[in-house]
């Protein structure tokens, strides 16, 4: 019963010290965040695009992104989700971490301001330019099994797109995180069930991912499980990688918040 006690009592300790942490992080972040990217705002000189590609439904591409460059992903139709993994270029041991990404900025919202962060707790991308606000890091992308029993056949998906675009690099199943996507509103509602908002997608939102280390994606182009359209209703979606002038001092993601701040400096570090 001592020993018992003891770990309950441990246990509020441990409690108490992350609800702390978290006010103060949630005190910091969400004062940081710039105002969402018009539909029509930040557009791409044409000199600096280094490539344009269109990624058919149910399909998926993989992108090699400098550092300093950034890819924009544009949901032509408003009716696509894009889900995303990725590795460091020189070193495919280190990859996003999703969970990593949410805990650092203390918030599940992917939005603009925000970083996607490698388990080595350093920055992959950082959220530049972004529309949308909706985006996904809880839920994950489709499967076999979700799409059998979404649509009562076999059809393609994020699982098996993540899968053939490993292999293309060398990699394998154990080298696949969970992923990040984009353009799918997914909340909670108050008893804790994910909640797809089909309202808030529009035709020609965009992010803008900038590379924050030498990175290699793949993106799957299919119906998030969460989307109530049945049949899948996804669209092509274009890929647009570009060059960037180099950040500023005050750039928002690299200044969002304490432990952003940190994680860049911790990246920096591989390229001094």
Not at 47 to 69: N, Q
Not at 73 to 82: A, E, F, H, P, T
Not at 121 to 140: C, F, K, P, Q, Y
Not at 145 to 161: D, F, I, M, P
Request: overall charge neutral; some cysteine.
């Amino acid at each position: 019963m001592i020993a018992a006690e003891k770990k309950r009592e441990a246990a509020e300790v441990n409690r108490r010290r992350y609800e702390e942490l978290r006010a103060a992080g949630q005190e910091t972040t969400p004062k940081a965040l710039p105002v969402a990217t018009a539909l029509d705002g930040a557009p791409i000189d044409p000199d600096a695009i280094i490539s344009r590609e269109e990624v058919a439904a149910d399909w998926y591409a993989i992108v090699r992104l400098r550092r300093g460059e950034a890819l924009r992903i544009v949901d032509l139709s408003g009716l696509s989700s894009v889900s995303m993994i990725g590795w460091r270029q020189e070193d495919s041991s280190e990859r996003i971490n999703c969970a990593d990404t949410v805990k650092v900025q203390w918030s599940t919202a992917v939005s603009k301001g925000r970083v996607i962060l490698t388990d080595m707790g350093r920055v992959l991308v950082s959220l530049i330019e972004d529309t949308s606000g909706a985006h996904d890091i809880m839920v994950g992308g489709s499967t076999p099994a979700t799409t059998l029993a979404a649509y009562g056949e076999a059809s393609r998906n994020t699982q098996e797109n993540f899968i053939a675009g490993a292999a293309k690099i060398g990699l394998s199943v154990r080298d696949i995180p969970p992923c990040v996507t984009f353009f799918a509103p997914v909340s909670l509602d108050d008893s804790g069930r994910f909640v797809w908002n089909q309202q808030r997608k529009r035709p020609g939102d965009f992010v803008d991912l900038r590379a924050e280390m030498n990175a290699v994606l793949v993106l799957s182009n299919c119906a998030h499980p969460l989307d109530l359209a049945r049949p899948s209703v996804s669209r092509p979606v274009t890929l647009v990688r570009h060059r960037l002038r180099p950040a500023g001092a005050d750039d928002p993601c690299r200044t969002g918040s304490p432990e952003a701040m940190r994680a860049f400096e911790f990246t920096d570090r591989l390229y001094t």
